[in-house]
């Protein structure tokens, strides 16, 4: 351990210490807010009682604490050396006894440094339509599309494209790491989903249809109550097939519910990622991720 103070943090004196201890584990660097154990070296400050990796300290230092003209803000922004407990105009959350935001003082415009590279366009599988980050979303009498908690006033969020829809949602809740694929599609054709790709059942000539998971042409049946021992298994949701009409093939046991073979090939789940696909198989049937 020696003692020293940096241009960073130049008021008190600074612990360097060496190869992280595992019993070290729960202490969170200031600047990049991750686990200290996460990287070698580090400095305390007994005074303020915080921590900050030596990396994060030097790659700080060597930016000259600035960020010059993101594709979020029109000007230089500047590290804020000071603990914070105001509001991301980017976000609206307040991450007090951090030291993460960058500032514009001629704006009046801070930002945590992770907003900073916010998506400017998104698309979730939970909204048919894109989002676009917003700094201010306005009307805050109602609360966010997902969470239903409510925004803070002037701050920023995400909204539908699609004005009517009034479907907005929080930064950190349209950016979460479960819901959304990573992807900034700002300036990127929207994809049109191809009704031919995403129908499972052809009808081939009013009679005869195909489904994408067989490969023999299927006919429409009714159930025959009488007949006990033809009891046919669908083959999407493996139940049973003993009420109304279903499609069964002319050449093997292949059979689907009606319902079950009107199933859409791909179907947005409003929880995940990618769009599910779904799969037909002879022991189960289940829509999977593809
Ligand atoms: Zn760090
Ligand atoms: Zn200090
Ligand atoms: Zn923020
Ligand atoms: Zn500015
Ligand atoms: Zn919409
Ligand atoms: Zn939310
Ligand atoms: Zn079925
Ligand atoms: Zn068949």
Not at 154 to 170: A, E, F, Q, R, S
Not at 240 to 251: M, R, Y
Request: with cysteine; aromatic share 12%.
């Amino acid at each position: 351990m020696e003692n020293l103070s940096t241009t960073f943090h130049p008021k008190h004196v600074l612990e360097e210490y060496g190869p992280v201890h595992p019993n070290d584990g729960a202490k969170i660097c200031i600047i990049c807010e991750t686990c200290i154990s996460s990287r070698p070296n580090y400095f305390y400050c007994r005074v303020c009682d915080f921590f900050f990796h030596k990396e994060c300290h030097t790659t700080l230092m060597e930016s000259n604490l600035t960020i010059d003209r993101p594709r979020t803000h029109e000007h230089k922004l500047t590290f804020i050396r000071k603990t914070n407990s105001f509001n991301c105009d980017a976000c609206g959350e307040v991450r007090s006894k951090k030291m993460n935001m960058y500032a514009c003082l001629p704006c009046n415009f801070f930002i945590h440094r992770n907003c900073i590279y916010l998506p400017k366009v998104i698309k979730l599988t939970c909204h048919s339509h894109r989002l676009f980050h917003t700094y201010h979303v306005p009307d805050c009498n109602t609360g966010c599309s997902l969470c239903f908690a409510s925004f803070v006033s002037g701050c920023g969020g995400y909204m539908c494209i699609n004005k009517t829809c009034d479907y907005k949602l929080h930064s950190y809740c349209a950016t979460h790491e479960l819901i959304w694929d990573g992807r900034d599609v700002e300036g990127e054709p929207e994809e049109t989903s191809n009704s031919e790709d995403v129908t499972s059942l052809k009808d081939v000539d009013g009679n005869t249809f195909r489904h994408f998971s067989h490969h023999h042409d299927l006919l429409r049946f009714c159930v025959d109550g009488e007949d006990e021992g033809d009891e046919r298994i669908c083959q999407a949701c493996i139940l049973p097939i003993d009420f109304d009409s279903f499609l069964g093939c002319k050449e093997c046991g292949f059979a689907l519910h009606d319902t079950c073979a009107s199933l859409p090939r791909k179907m947005e789940y409003q929880f995940y990622r990618h769009p599910l696909a779904l799969e037909v198989d002879i022991e189960e049937g289940f829509f999977s991720c593809s």
